[in-house]
């Protein structure tokens, strides 16, 4: 089995998940800026977070014959110190053409603050001007469902983004429908004791169909598994997918989308 | 699938979750203490999940869920505590 897996942190895994990720098939791992668990006090832990995703990371991420790609931009759990932000956004440009770097994310909303959607929309703005792909970030728990809503009306907001160029991730059943609707992609998030399980983000597939959509672990310092995504598989294989309809779920829809960056490259099998 | 795959599948590891709901309400019902919004949310998502026809997860998903719509003034912390507290 070969598959993609499309957002996880792995700034917080260690070694050994490399190694069980490579041995499971996956060509290619995509990894957003997040929160690091605890408030950087200046821009310059922006910078180098950003050095370690454009520079080191792909080099631990090679070892495995892993191809390792990364998006940029201040996580909305940072977003409402604005002044902050704005410091952050200024530097972004400066690595946008790494050549591992895919766009802007994951932005979005956490706690659906003023402040945060003024982030939001200085760094929906960031990836118009760069003609950047965009990954985003939904709320966790009650505040999901009004939070894709506001950050699908400030993407629709702005003319110049075109929502196939926008993946919203860790969609449930009560926000999945609506993304793709709107003509967005849709993430969902494979987590143990939040977002989806297997189970239901399978079922979801059965819903709303297998077009721009993509399963990600999100992998990072907290509750998640590395292995999510080919453990997935493995259920819908269990559920009576064909090896072809499970590779383009895992595989195909990734780099899919991914691939609208031409930077986007799958290691030579 | 058939129905009948579906509950092979499934049927031990829903029971198992089901049994664990049940043991919760009965551990909140032994402990001491006031009420708790988050328990009474509970109560309600399970009247969502009681209901009949398809859709009960988004139903269960949407009563958990906060119903307004515009931006709150300023985010105090960060985290989500899985039900919405009300103004
Ligand atoms: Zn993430």
Redesign the interface.
């Known amino acids: 089995m070969r598959y993609i897996e499309p957002h996880g942190h792995m700034v917080s895994r260690t070694t050994d998940d490399y190694r069980d990720m490579a041995t499971a098939g996956c060509a290619a791992v995509c990894e957003p800026a997040f ?1 690091a668990g605890f408030d950087r006090s200046s821009v310059n832990g922006f910078h180098d977070y950003f050095c370690q995703l454009t520079d080191y990371e792909p080099q631990r991420a090679a070892k495995f014959g892993m191809a390792h790609y990364s998006w940029l931009c201040i996580n909305p ?1 940072e977003s ?1 110190d604005v002044a902050l932000a704005k410091d952050v956004l200024a530097i972004i440009p400066q690595f946008l053409d790494r050549p591992n770097v895919l766009g802007i994310g994951e932005i979005g909303l ?8 003024r982030v939001l929309e200085l760094h929906v703005d960031l990836a118009a001007r760069t003609n950047s792909l965009i990954l985003v970030h939904t ?8 939070g894709t ?2 950050i699908m009306d400030v993407l629709r907001g702005d003319r110049r983004i075109r929502p196939e160029r926008c993946i919203i991730d860790h969609v ?3 926000t999945c429908r609506r993304v793709l609707d709107a003509g967005f992609w849709a993430g969902m998030t494979l987590y143990p004791e939040s977002k989806c399980s297997p ?2 983000a399978i ?1 979801l597939l059965d819903l709303y169909g297998q077009e721009r959509i993509w399963m990600n672990s999100a992998c990072d310092w907290g509750v998640s598994i590395p292995l999510a995504v080919p453990r997935t598989a493995l259920e819908m294989r ?3 997918w064909t090896a072809e309809e499970v590779d383009k779920v895992v595989f195909q829809n990734p780099a899919q989308f991914m691939g609208q960056c031409p930077k986007f490259r799958l290691p030579a099998a | 699938m058939t129905r009948q795959q579906v509950l092979d599948q499934y049927f031990i590891d829903a029971r198992h979750k089901l049994i664990d709901i049940a043991a919760f309400l009965d551990r909140v019902d032994r402990a001491e203490g006031g009420a708790d919004f988050r328990h009474a949310a509970f109560r309600t998502a399970l009247k969502a999940l009681g209901r009949r026809g398809p859709g009960r997860a988004e139903r269960v998903l949407l009563s958990l869920s906060d119903p307004t719509t515009r931006p709150i003034a300023k985010a105090h912390g960060k985290g989500a505590c899985g039900a919405w507290p009300g103004r």
Request: hydrophobic share 20%.
């Open positions: 929160w759990k409402e956490n706690k659906n603050s003023r402040n945060e959607v709320p966790h728990l009650e505040d999901k469902l009004k809503n506001l449930e059943e009560h189970a239901r079922d269990r559920r009576g």
